[in-house]
C-alpha cells in the first residue's frame, strides 16, 4: 500500500508550531464532485452513515489502484 504514497504537503510554521495548509496527490481519495452537495445527480440519503461513507470511500481507492 505504501508504494502510492507520494504528493506535496504545504505547511505554515509559526512560533514553533506547524498547521497543514494544503495537500495534493495523484492518488488522493478526495474528489470533490462526490464530497459536493451541489450534485442532484446523486441521492444524498444514501450517504447517511459511516458505514456507507466507507464504502464509498472503498470505491474510491479501488478506482485509483486500477490507474
Known amino acids: 500500500m505504501q508504494r502510492r504514497v507520494t504528493g506535496t504537503v504545504r505547511i505554515k510554521l509559526h512560533k514553533g508550531n506547524m ?11 478526495y474528489h470533490k464532485e462526490t464530497v459536493s452537495f451541489e450534485d442532484k445527480t446523486m441521492d ?3 450517504m447517511v452513515g459511516m458505514v456507507k461513507n466507507h464504502a464509498l470511500q472503498a470505491a474510491i481507492y479501488h478506482q485509483v489502484c486500477k490507474k
Open 19 to 29: 498547521r497543514v495548509v494544503g495537500r495534493k496527490s495523484p492518488y488522493s481519495l
Open 44 to 46: 444524498q440519503r444514501e
